[in-house]
């Protein structure tokens, strides 16, 4: 599959094009201009002033706020047909996140005026919009929730169970994720590296968590298996 034909692949599976014609697809798509990004690139930083929306065609980026020391909160990871930057294309303020190539990705961007003008000669994707962006909050909630009443543990397996199920990964009816480094993990659930370790060790230990070759194995019930 060629690169336009990919596009116009993802744009019709995408949460806001996918209820337009294969003909107005076909229009939209040229309105994309290709991007790459080498891994640990940075597509914008937070409060940079940009209104481009991307969309992923091939890689994968996150996106993450971090604090004066540099610590880091990873928000999303953002692979193929997903899409990035539509809240300050939307309000044009600035941005919300800085968001990083996680390995060499290629991107599609539309810039905020050619959006303003497919919606308005297809009013149907507004609301498609609103859809999108409820879903993320929602995310988003869920990660204040995790933040604000779990303890590390809680956080750990929270965002493990979360990866597994999203990617659908099981093993003898439990859920398998890869292995990350404990710094990596770390940014993900907002802890420190050596509260990540500590929380690990605990989990192991209890047979919460479930180490097997280069994975984690863990039951769909392990948040139940631990206090919050």
Not at 16 to 23: N, T
Not at 80 to 99: K, Y
Not at 118 to 138: C, G, T
Not at 190 to 205: C, D, H, N, P, Y
Request: with cysteine.
């Amino acid at each position: 599959m060629g690169e336009k034909e990919k596009l116009e692949d993802y744009l019709k599976k995408s949460v806001l094009f996918h209820d337009l014609s294969s003909s107005d697809i076909r229009k939209i798509a040229l309105l994309f201009e290709m991007i790459e990004l080498p891994m640990g690139d940075v597509l914008f930083y937070e409060k940079d002033r940009s209104s481009d929306m991307y969309i992923v065609l091939q890689g994968c980026v996150r996106a993450s706020l971090f604090d004066e020391q540099g610590n880091e909160l990873v928000l999303a990871e953002l692979g193929p047909g997903e899409f990035i930057g539509e809240m300050s294309m939307i309000d044009e303020l600035p941005r919300s996140a800085t968001v990083i190539a996680e390995e060499p990705t290629r991107l599609a961007k539309l810039t905020r005026k050619n959006f303003m003008k497919v919606v308005r000669e297809n009013p149907e994707i507004a609301v498609n919009v609103i859809k999108a962006l409820v879903s993320r909050l929602r995310k988003t909630d869920d990660m204040v929730e995790a933040l604000a009443f779990r303890n590390v543990e809680g956080r750990i397996v929270k965002f493990l169970l979360t990866v597994g199920k999203e990617k659908g990964s099981y093993e003898n009816g439990k859920v398998k994720v890869r292995k990350m480094v404990h710094k990596d993990l770390a940014s993900r659930v907002g802890a420190s590296r050596e509260a990540v370790t500590k929380a690990l060790k605990a989990l192991i230990f209890k047979g919460v968590i479930e180490e097997k070759g280069n994975f984690w194995l863990l039951s769909k019930n392990a948040e139940e298996e631990i206090d919050p």
